[in-house]
Nanobody, 122 residues
Framework: QVHLEESGGGSVQYGDSLRLSCAAS????????VGWFRQAPGEEREFVAS????????IYSNSVKGRFTISRDNAKYTGYLHMNSLKSEDTAGYFC???????????????WGQGTQVTVSS
């Protein structure tokens, strides 16, 4: 089993930055990718970014490309989402996920964090 611990959300102003963290522990040896997803009230869960753990390859949604950066710390088995130039439309609950397949689809991720709220005020 894998446990994910998320941190780093909060309330910020338009244009500010935040960094989200997602630390994996437990049976991590088979994990190959980390992804970030978000969900606003009344909306479906939306893909944000994903990273292939071994190659470092990344995928971003068009809505965050150029503003957000996904990264990893191999030694800590932690994934990060660096969010710059935040907009009010970025307000959502953000969820990290780890899985064995590098993908933009939530169904491909086996393990999920508890979620952290990001609120951007204009």
């Amino acid at each position: 089993q894998v446990h994910l611990e998320e941190s780093g959300g909060g309330s910020v102003q338009y244009g500010d930055s935040l960094r989200l963290s997602c630390a994996a522990s437990g049976a991590t040896s088979g994990l190959a990718a980390v992804g970030w997803f978000r969900q606003a009230p009344g909306e479906e869960r939306e893909f944000v970014a994903s990273l292939d753990w071994s190659t470092g390859n990344t995928i971003y949604s068009n809505s965050v490309k150029g503003r957000f950066t996904i990264s990893r710390d191999n030694a800590k088995y932690t994934g990060y989402l660096h969010m710059n130039s935040l907009k009010s439309e970025d307000t959502a609950g953000y969820f990290c996920a780890f899985g064995s397949i590098f993908s933009r689809y939530a169904s491909m991720y086996e393990f999920w964090g508890q979620g952290t709220q990001v609120t951007v005020s204009s």
